[in-house]
């Protein structure tokens, strides 16, 4: 089965201790990204990648580091988390191009909240 | 860059009603353009696409149209019924552009029975 999986699904943690959310692809996918979201603000991208070892900053960087060391994995590091970054959190990956049958595939979300 | 903008922000029909949400996009150069259905506690959803060469397109009980004019598409929901209660948000996508989808803020939508 074709999917994005994402761990943790729910966290609480502090201002200042680093965290790193996980998020994995079975699909071979070259592109994965990371959104944010936010009420009445729908989904905003973080970072982006277009394969291993290529990524670039989204809308919404400041904050967050991305790595893609393997093409089906691309996690998502909170150096210094801080109040402003509880959200809810989505993975996403997909085929690079333009193929008349593609989409993007999400993740089933994270939710974080830093106090 | 691109920006879109959806309407309405809450949505409440009665069961067998249709529903109808608008977005409107910034960037002529939009080529693509998906809907995503939400529903509590998951990840976004494709639903229905179209792209820049096509005006209409029908799903069973969903349909998109574009108006690349006037920059604008909307979702059109017939019959509804109470599992189509859920978010929707439009986006819109140059693909041959790496991919990035620029959502609109999403519209609730509730079916009452």
């Known amino acids: 089965e074709a999917q994005v999986t994402q761990n943790p699904r729910y966290l609480i943690t502090v201002t200042g201790k680093k965290l790193t959310v996980t998020c994995s692809q079975n699909m071979n996918h070259e592109y994965m990204s990371w959104y944010r979201q936010d009420p009445g603000l729908g989904l905003r991208q973080i970072y982006y990648?277009?394969?291993?070892?290529?990524?670039d900053k989204g809308d919404v960087p400041e904050g967050y580091k991305v790595s893609r060391k393997e093409k089906r994995n691309f996690p998502l590091i909170l150096e210094s988390p801080s109040p402003n970054q509880t959200s809810l959190y989505f993975c996403?990956?997909?085929?690079?191009?333009?193929?008349?049958?593609?989409?993007?595939?999400f993740g089933p979300g994270t939710r974080l909240t830093v106090l | 860059g691109e920006n879109v903008e959806q309407h309405p922000s809450t949505l409440s029909v009665q069961e067998g009603d249709s529903a109808v949400i608008k977005c409107t996009y910034s960037?002529?150069?939009?080529?693509?353009f998906p809907w995503y259905k939400q529903e509590l506690g998951k990840g976004p959803q494709l639903i229905i696409d179209i792209r820049s060469n096509v005006g209409e397109k029908k799903d069973q009980r969903i349909a998109v149209t574009l108006n690349k004019t006037a920059k604008h598409f909307s979702l059109h929901i017939t019959e509804t019924q109470p599992e189509d209660s859920a978010v929707y948000f439009c986006?819109?996508?140059?693909?041959?552009?790496?991919?990035?989808?620029?959502f609109g803020g999403g519209t609730r939508v509730l079916v009452k029975p």
């Open positions: 986006a819109a996508s140059m693909r041959a552009a790496g991919n990035k989808l620029t």
């Open positions: 996403a990956s997909d085929i690079l191009g333009t193929t008349s049958t593609d989409t993007q595939y």
């Open positions: 990648s277009m394969n291993v070892e290529v990524t």
């Open positions: 960037d002529s150069a939009s080529n693509y």
